[in-house]
């Protein structure tokens, strides 16, 4: 009955829906077809219907249940929840409660299958910080509104941007790129509004702005915050009417574009140094994307080294180059000012250096990276250093707690030692294993670099 009663009541709010009369019959329809949601009584032949939503969620986990208790089973609700049902509903059911209930579990799902299918273009990254924008970027698709991405430069703004426009409504349509850094404002003018013939020394002809030409598309402003603040102004009045004139034109034009913006800069401190105009600012606000910077980007490092590396050692038309151990931790350990493009860029190198080896070790690693990995293990090594009036990081002998000290002339060679051996592991791997680099850049003679090598144990790779 109160099945029968909430087929009409979805078929009248323009679903499809079938009623049945037992979990198995149920469980068997499942088995047939894909369904949304299930109304599922407490009250059974089976027994509880609470027992039934562990087998109904294995055969069909996208599914949402949907409890309907009586007024005196109220006791269920929890159990159910805990059982993994989505909702519930009370009987008697109105119609109200029920079109509610649906509506959003359905609007849902809409969303979270649009998340599934976004396509993520050539953006690379499982991290939960990098998921999230991703996941952006779906919200994002399913509406029109201004977006605007932030972050450090080379964390993927472009990328973001493309993908965002990839995977909107607007897809098929024109994606156009301005790159606002020192752009002078009678060009910016022009370039963005479009002109008339003669406007300015030079334009022979009439030329179409590049709003105009995004019509029905997607205008990316990358470096937004370069604008100068009058062509900041002219942009906040198009943003709010979605036209505008042309220069040295009477008439006006009418452009259904969607902007997307990025800027590596603090456009909130712009704002507060006057900078940036705080209206423009607002309206960004509506929609922000927040690329995290890479060193943030957990396990995403080995994810963009393996496919920037396949990509690479094919352009070069080399066989797939291993990664070693060493290499992956000093990448790891770096703090990449300049982000992906800079990981790229030190793939690129690396690969250069390592074309006739197997694998890429710490070696191929510009010494910018192999240094700081030196600098950490140091600092790890070293947990409490005593600082000299020269300069120097020491860590002193301790004594042995009975109040006396060791002999000056033992703590002396100690510390020599100590430090001649941590000085020289340094300097055999910044040297990249030349001799002529490690004797320049150390001021040994040649004979007195193998001499110490051989006392603390050290070799140059390859020597
Ligand atoms: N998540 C990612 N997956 C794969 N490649 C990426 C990713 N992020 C960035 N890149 C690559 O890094 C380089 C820099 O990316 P992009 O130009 O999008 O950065 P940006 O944030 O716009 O930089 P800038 O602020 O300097 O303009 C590009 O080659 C891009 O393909």
Redesign the pocket.
Known sequence: MIGQLLKLMAIKEGHQCEAVFSVAEGLEFLQREPVDIIFLDVLLPEGNGINSIPPILNSAPETDIVMLTGESSTQYIEKAFKAGATDYLIKPVNLERFSKVVGSLIKLKRKNNVQRQISRE????DSAK?KQCIEKVAQSSLGDANVLIQ??????????AKAIHANSGRAKNKYIIVDCTNLPVNLAESLLFGHDRGSFTGAEKAKKGLFELAHNGTIFL??IGDLDLAIQKSLLRVLQEKKFRPLSTAYEVESDFRLVA?T?RDLQAMVHQGTFRKDLYFRLQAFVIS?PPLREREG?IER?VD?YLGIICEEKEMRPLEVGEDFMSALKAYEWPG???EL?NVLQISVHKAMFDDRLTFYHLPQQLRMSKVVQDAEIRSPEPHVTPSGYNLTLPVHDGDGTLPKLKEVRKKTIDAMEQSYLHQLVMLSDNSAKTACKMSGLSRARLYELLNKHNLSLRGN
């Not at 050539?122 to 990254?125: D, F, K, L, V």
């Not at 972050?151 to 973001?160: D, Q, R, V, Y």
């Open positions: 050539e953006i690379i990254g990098i972050g450090e430069t080379g964390t993927g703004k472009e990328l973001f990358d470096e990025a590596n690329l995403d963009l496919h982000n992906v493009r790229v």
